[in-house]
């Protein structure tokens, strides 16, 4: 095998190298092509550096392959053949690689413009009720009957227990009773008055009779001052009696409210629902002996049934009293339940630096589970277009500002945008700063730099 000059091996290669990309320029002035770009530089300067390079390297690689053919030269056929193969790929593979690396488009996902979008809020919470009650006798007692049990829903003043009343009862008619007396006491002490005031009338009368008699010595001095003390006792006898009908008439006032208090007392053996109710508990069973104020049933308003959500603090500052919700229960993990906020706690959680949001149902569960956990949805704005970039995606994050990729005309390019809402799945919405025909790039990879052409993917990984 005849040896070669490297020299001219090189040169070969070089010009070989050149002519494809000067050909590669004359399609591109012919529109039939597009121009590889280096960094921020634009054709033509980047097609001089390619072909300069390419004239270069492919000097190096002839010259190189020349030493080697000279070297094989001496070799057998068979192992000339060898390397020259290895030489091949390899070349081929260097030259792949630097199409790969530095020319060749990346394959890049770009965010696409979306409408009527859902700027929401979530939390974490429990089904409670906001109407809770213990309920109990006010007095002590024997429980004789229970009317209710867990469960049940029973109308505001529906009978839900009583206790063992024979005892009252009987208070109560002794009441009664004194009541009456001291009603037939009034009215004996008004038949004494009318007693007193006919008898004050007649000593009166007598008194009057004497005094004119004494004057003209009818009757005697001892008479006359005897009827006048008859008089005067008649006059106190009436007094006497009409005190004891105002103290009668204190008696009844007394012995009717007596009679009241012990009534009402009675009453006190009966509990009833203080409200349209759901009993959530039974605390005591038929035979318990129960102190006043003990307990015996637990009940809930239904119609107070929601949800107490605890928003992170950070985003719980644009919630308002009214806005619309979603609310997951955890035993229906595939059912969005509407709801809207009822109540914003001004005091947060402490420790756990949460806000205390109460969440109203828009239609109460027929079976509300009461203590489930359950997700809050909060929609605190909607957005009717916007772009949105994962912060992935972003570089140099400060506050509500940070550095994108976009594609511009083809090319890659970076740019500096603030952001706006921030969506649930961690996106945040551009805001500012991106031009009306450039596109932000969603996922980042390697082989990025500016000015270089990019094809925009549907959907998949690059």
């Known amino acids: ?56 390297l492919g000097f190096v690689v002839g010259f190189v392959l020349g030493v080697l053919w000279n070297k094989l030269a001496t070799r057998t056929p068979r192992t000339r053949a060898v390397w020259l193969v290895v030489s091949v790929v390899i070349v081929a593979g ?25 700027v929401q809020v979530f939390g974490l919470g429990t ?8 309920v109990g006798f006010k007095v002590a007692g024997v429980l004789v009957d229970l009317s209710a049990d867990v469960r049940d829903r029973v109308a505001k003043g529906t009978v839900l227990a009583r206790l063992d009343d024979r005892e009252q009862r009987a208070r109560v008619a002794r009441a009664k009773a004194a009541a009456e007396q001291s009603q037939a006491n009034h009215e004996r002490a008004t038949a004494n008055v009318d007693k007193s005031q006919a ?49 009668a008439r204190a008696a009844i006032s007394d012995a009717k409210a007596q009679a009241q208090q012990e009534a009402a007392t009675l009453d006190f053996h009966i509990l009833t629902a203080p409200y349209d109710a759901m009993v959530i508990a039974r605390q005591k069973e038929l035979g318990s002996a129960l102190a006043a104020g003990e307990s015996v049933f637990t009940l809930i308003d239904p119609g107070t049934v ?36 009822a109540r914003i706690e001004p005091e947060s959680d402490r420790v756990n630096e949460e806000r205390r949001v109460q969440i109203a149902f828009d239609r109460i569960p027929a079976d509300f589970p009461l203590g ?52 649930l799945d ?35 990984k690059p």
């Open 426 to 460: 961690g996106r945040r919405e551009v805001a500012s700063g991106l031009s009306e025909l450039a596109t932000v790039v969603t996922v980042l990879r390697s082989g990025l730099r500016e000015g270089r052409s990019a094809t925009i993917t549907q959907g998949e």
């Open 306 to 341: 929601w949800v107490l959500a605890y928003i992170d603090e950070t985003n719980a500052g644009n919630i308002k009293v009214g806005e619309p919700a979603d609310i997951v229960l955890r035993s229906q993990p595939g059912q969005r339940l509407a709801g809207r906020v």
């Open 199 to 247: 008898n004050y009338a007649n000593a009166l009368s007598i008194n009057e009779r004497r005094q004119k008699l004494v004057a003209t010595n009818v009757t005697s001095v001892e008479q006359a001052d005897a009827s006048k003390a008859a008089e005067a006792a008649a006059r106190a006898d009436m007094s006497v009696a009409a005190a004891d009908v105002a103290v």
């Open 127 to 134: 089904v409670e009720a906001r109407v809770t009650s213990k």
């Open 1 to 56: 095998m005849r040896s070669v000059n490297p020299i001219k091996v090189g040169a070969v290669f070089g010009a070989l190298g050149g002519a494809f990309h000067i050909g590669r320029v004359a399609l591109v002035e012919l529109g039939w092509a597009e121009p590889h770009t280096i960094g921020s530089l634009s054709f033509p300067a980047t097609a001089a550096i390619i072909i300069s390079a390419t004239v270069v």
């Open 94 to 118: 260097a030259g792949a690689g630097v199409w790969g690396l530095l020319l060749r488009p990346i394959k890049v996902q770009v965010a696409q413009a979306e409408r009527d979008v859902a």
């Open 372 to 423: 489930e956990q359950a997700e809050v949805y909060i929609t605190t704005a909607r957005l009717s277009q916007g772009v949105f970039v994962p912060e992935s995606a972003v570089e140099a994050m400060k506050s509500d500002r940070g550095t994108v990729w976009v594609v511009k005309d083809g090319q890659l390019a970076q740019a500096e945008v603030s952001f706006g809402q921030r969506l």
